[in-house]
């Protein structure tokens, strides 16, 4: 589990942690302009719990056909609705025949809705309601998910079909602690959920290598979105903006979406978080051997220059591509066991060994990118336990992976440099007023 792999990730000494998290309640962020900061909504309690209460948000505008619930068994039956739950093996036509309808309807609708694929595909769990009038359907709606549904209904002149979504209301949530054990444990007992955390050592993970740079007394800040429909939460957004002091320095990564519709997440001033490689290609893992050209082989038990860095790590732990590349060779390869090289560009290559199995659907000549699983670790080869061995070549010299240079992905385009400003100003803002608010109330 993701918990047991960031429990080794524990600096050498503890020291007493803080951890808030209190309640925002901003306007959702556009690329035109931002909100300053309402520090009157953003003071916290007294008492610092866990997760502060959400205030409930009103309710979405946006109309929404109505899906009953049902069982699958013996469909309900609201009004002239009749309503299904979709199950494993149902089919179109299956569920057409339930409520006395055959292929031909089966085909009217289906033909409508080619032009949005609205029934191109239907799952378990979703669930379908069907009106029917002197036993010809009128309407028919198709429950995708809590935002997505399709409608179809019967005109003058045949079958219509549209997809009709709605759209949550966005809430934004404030965050911030200090690292006591690890970055997993102490953004847990801060509010944050296992996906949450996840974002953030992404996003931070070009600059901070968290299987080895993280110390006692590092912190994190973090303002990310909640989304609500019908005043109640159905999920976590985006990460806004964040903060994270590694043995006091202080990176800070802001989110931007350009007028082409693109999101990342730049510095301050402009650079790209993204580098041209990810500083780990396993998350959560500990070091277990680091490059070393003198150091003594653990199967061979004789000295063996080490090139490459050691993740230990449980077995089918995924591991990432480090880069965007094409892989060149994808098979046994003496003592690396199961092994994966990629070629970045013309003159870098990184090989992941010892690996469990490798991901489906690839193979040697195979395009990926920075970011995409490429395998599972394991111990094939001469590995004396689970654990992804890593090797960063560049000219054929192989370079300490902790510590060789990425160049920087490129920053904020002239065109988007006003946008920009504007946004990063914002949320620099804001992170600054919660920081002071927070620690004014700590101070009471």
Known sequence: SIIGLTLTLLPSEEVSATRTTQQLNLPKQTRESLPLADTRRASLPAALPTQAKLEKPTPATQATPAAAASSKAAPAIDEKWVSYTIGKGDTLSSLFSKVGLNSRDVYSVTNASRHNKGLSRIYPGQKISFLIENNELKKLRLVRSKLVSTQIEKTENGYVSQIIERKPEIQHRYASGVINSSLFVDAEKAGLSNRMIMSLASIFGWDVDFALDIRQGDSFSVIYEERFLDGKMIGEGNIIAAQFTNQGRLVTALRFTDSNGTSSYYTPNGKSMRKAFLRTPVDFARISSRFNLKRKHPVL????????????????????????????????????????????????????????????????????????????????????????????????????????????????????????????????????????????????
Do not use: C
Request: net charge positive; hydrophobic share 30%.
């Open 301 to 444: 038990n004789r000295i063996r220059a080490h090139k490459g860095t050691d993740y230990a790590a449980r077995t089918g732990t995924p591991i990432k591509a480090s880069g965007d590349g094409k892989i060149i060779w994808r098979g046994t390869k003496g003592g690396f066991g199961r092994a994966v090289i990629i070629q970045h560009g013309s003159n870098i290559t990184t090989l992941y060994a010892h690996m469990s199995k490798y991901r489906k659907g690839q193979r040697s000549g195979s395009r990926v990118k920075q970011g995409d699983i490429i395998g599972y670790v394991g111990q094939s080869g001469l590995a004396s336990g689970p654990h992804l061995h890593y090797e960063f070549r560049l000219n054929g010299v192989h370079k300490n992976p902790m510590r060789v240079k990425f160049p920087n992905a490129a920053p904020i385009p002239k065109k988007e440099r006003s946008a920009f400003k504007t946004v990063a100003a914002t949320l620099m803002t804001q992170l600054e007023s919660y920081r002071t608010t927070q620690v004014a109330v700590l101070q009471q």
